[in-house]
């Protein structure tokens, strides 16, 4: 290989292997079980089921699927493996704690220090995570509960920035229904990280152009991944709203700091229960934006480049 490699869970690859690239998913999460949380919220590891949904992604020319299922909240090197292996998709797996409700008691946030925190996450990438001996390729979802970063939030971005810089990989964080990002990529630059190796996710849950500029005008990739999802109204009816913004960053020059994704993380997301499954994108958004005027060259650049990119480790 020359050029740099990626990391998924059956090992290294070029960066030309990744294809089509779906980089904030989930393919099984568990929420509902954290204490004090009554929400039922879960995508349960129903491998027959799940893997049918990835080859439908596989069918419409998918390649790789980004899981960003953390630790505390489900995250199984060996399933990860597994389904891979069964789909004909490439995974990559995220390394870090999500957030504050959910970082796992054993994990002692608040206990070690920064340094002891990123060391934790560069030996998931270099490593392995325990002892199943397969890495991770990127840091993240790493996020807020809330619209700003609570002080053991701000320990783990500091953690993942300085792992960041050890390791090469890139960050991409969950950000919701606020300005939070901003704040994110301050943490992130104070420890010196590479913004542009920084992803701010969910940014279409904020549908504020003026968020996603000033995302961009740092040098970060502005990610819109909840795309297809339909829990709240503003998900089930914004989406042109989104298209809109994105055209304004595309014609501004931005195709190369845009990601697209759907978030799937609940079982009623799959098609088998009536959701939108993997496929969303490339069924119904992509050709939304073509009819809003996006080229295919724009459509390359934010479904194939931009993950290679910023999966590209070295």
Same mark, same amino acid.
């Given at each position: ?62 390649? @790789? &699927?980004?899981?960003?299922? #953390? ?6 090197? /060996?399933? +990860?493996? =597994? %389904? ?94 606020? @300005? &939070?990002?901003?704040?994110? #990529? ?6 010196? /990280?590479? +913004?542009? =190796? %920084? ?110 990119? +910023?999966?590209?480790?070295?």
């Amino acid at each position: 290989m020359t050029g740099g490699r990626v990391q998924t869970v059956r090992g290294s690859i070029d960066p030309a292997e990744l294809g089509w690239v779906l980089p904030h998913e989930h393919t099984a999460i568990s929420l509902w079980h954290v204490p004090n949380r009554w929400d039922y919220w879960e995508l349960r590891r129903d491998e027959e089921v799940i893997v049918e949904e990835l080859r439908r992604f596989v069918a419409v020319g998918g390649g @790789t &699927v980004v899981d960003l299922t #953390l630790g505390g909240v489900g995250r199984d090197p /060996a399933w +990860l493996a =597994r %389904v891979s292996e069964a789909s004909g998709l490439h995974v990559v797996m995220g390394a870090g704690w999500y957030r504050d409700a959910y970082y796992p008691p054993e994990a002692l946030i608040d206990r070690r220090s920064v340094d002891d925190l990123a060391d934790e996450i560069v030996r998931d990438a270099t490593d392995g995570v325990g002892d199943s001996g397969i890495r991770a390729g990127i840091i993240g979802e790493i996020g807020t509960d809330k619209p700003w970063i609570s002080p053991r939030e701000e320990r783990v971005h500091r953690a993942a920035a300085r792992a960041a810089r050890r390791s090469g990989l890139a960050i991409t964080t969950h950000a919701v229904q606020s @300005t &939070v990002g901003l704040d994110q #990529l301050k943490v992130f630059e104070e420890e010196g /990280a590479d +913004l542009s =190796r %920084v992803v701010i996710g969910h940014a279409d849950s904020n549908p504020s152009l003026a968020y996603h500029r000033a995302i961009v005008e740092r040098g970060a990739t502005v990610e819109f991944d909840f795309l297809g999802m339909s829990f709240t109204p503003l998900e089930r009816h914004g989406e042109g709203r989104i298209v809109e913004s994105m055209c304004e960053l595309l014609a501004a020059g931005h195709a190369g700091q845009v990601l697209l994704s759907q978030d799937v993380c609940h079982d009623s997301q799959l098609k088998r229960y009536g959701g939108n499954g993997f496929a969303y994108l490339a069924e119904t958004f992509i050709p939304r934006l073509r009819a809003a005027g996006v080229g295919d060259a724009e459509i390359r650049t934010m479904t194939l480049d931009n993950p290679r990119r +910023l999966l590209t480790i070295g």
